[in-house]
Each structure stands twice: as structure tokens, then as C-alpha cells.
């Protein structure tokens, strides 16, 4: 049997009974033999980014869990709990009955088709580190050493960001940010992070403007 590890996980839904979709997520992370849940934030909301217009806002929030699956074998289980409460395949940044992300798992560093982590997107989300925060501030991302609650304090220091969703060319980007004033980041690949004498600053993708 594998050691326990401590892993951090995102939850997000802004369709259904949200009360109810997140008190089956606790349950069923619960009820697993080889998970033991140790916190779970309170609710956050925000806004939808990107996916179909008008959608309802999300919820979000984050648990804490030890336990000795292996990272592959936990994101799965999450995926099966997503399924039982009704997700269905859906475009990035559609609306969606419930979505479970591993974003740290100890400090392990995995890079593969199936499963990144630490979750690519983590450092840049609000609605994920904000939640991470109230239930593990000194949990380390092992990318950039720094605590969640450093990243979290880090993420709220920043200007606003824009997001150009599906636009490659760096030139008319470029141009855009030009006339509205602000500073185009270059695609530097998903999760990547340039360090700075300020702390990580995350470039491109979602995070593009």
C-alpha cells in the first residue's frame, strides 16, 4: 500500500441543486475506504469565464484529503463521482453539473496526457486559490515553492488580467492590447511560469492579456 499523501482538490458546478451537488461531493469522498477528508471550504462564487452566454454562476469551493491512491487512481474516482452526479462531456467553459480537479497531490510533479499536476491553471484562478486558501495556506506548490496562501495573497496583488479565448495570432493580440493600454503576455504553455524578482507570473492561455 502507498503512504498517504495529501492531496488539494477544486470543485465547481453552476448547474442543478448546487447545495446538494456539493454535499454529495463530501459524501462520497467520505465514503471512499482509502480517502480520508480532512476540510472542506465554504462556498465561493464567481462569475463563468468563457463557454455558452448566460450560464448561471458557479460555485467553488476546495477539499483537503489524505489518502493512499495513486494520482491517476484518485483523479478517477473524481471522474466517477462527476459522472454519478450527471456531467456529461461538455467544451471548455461550458456550464456543468459538477467538476473535480486534482490540483496537488504531496509534492509531486506529473506532466502526461491523462493528468497534470499541480493543476496548470492553479496559480492563476481565483476562484481556486481563493478556496485552496481557506483550507490549506501552507500546502506548497512544488513548481514554484511557494505556498498556497502566498499564491493566493500573490494572485490578489495583481492588475486585472483579460482572457482572449481562441486567438493565436500574436501580432493582431498584440495590436488589441496596444489600443486598450495594456500588455500583451505571450503564450508560454499552460501551467509554464516565468519567475520574476516579484514571484511567478503566469503567461498565456487563458491568462493572454
Known sequence: MNP??????????????????????????????????????????????GGT??????????????SDLEPVELLRHLQAIERALGRRPASKGDARLMDLDLLLYGQEILRSAELQIPHPWMVARRFVLGPAAD???????????????????????????????????????????????????????????????RGPVVGGGEQSL
Open 4 to 49: 498517504m499523501a495529501l492531496s488539494l482538490i477544486g470543485i465547481g458546478a453552476n448547474l442543478g441543486d448546487l447545495s446538494q451537488q456539493m454535499f454529495e461531493v463530501r459524501r462520497r469522498l467520505a465514503d471512499h475506504p482509502r480517502i480520508k477528508l480532512l476540510a472542506i471550504s465554504p462556498n465561493w462564487s464567481s462569475l463563468p469565464i
Open 53 to 66: 452566454a448566460g450560464q448561471p454562476g458557479f460555485r467553488n469551493a476546495a477539499a483537503l484529503i489524505d
Open 135 to 197: 483550507i490549506a495556506p501552507g500546502m506548497i506548490d512544488p513548481v514554484t515553492g511557494w505556498t498556497v496562501g502566498q499564491l493566493w495573497r500573490r494572485l490578489r496583488s495583481e492588475p486585472p488580467r483579460f482572457a482572449w479565448v481562441g486567438c493565436h495570432d500574436r501580432q493582431l493580440l498584440t495590436a488589441v492590447a496596444d489600443q486598450a493600454g495594456l500588455t500583451f503576455i505571450p503564450d508560454v504553455g499552460a501551467g509554464r511560469l516565468m519567475k520574476s524578482s
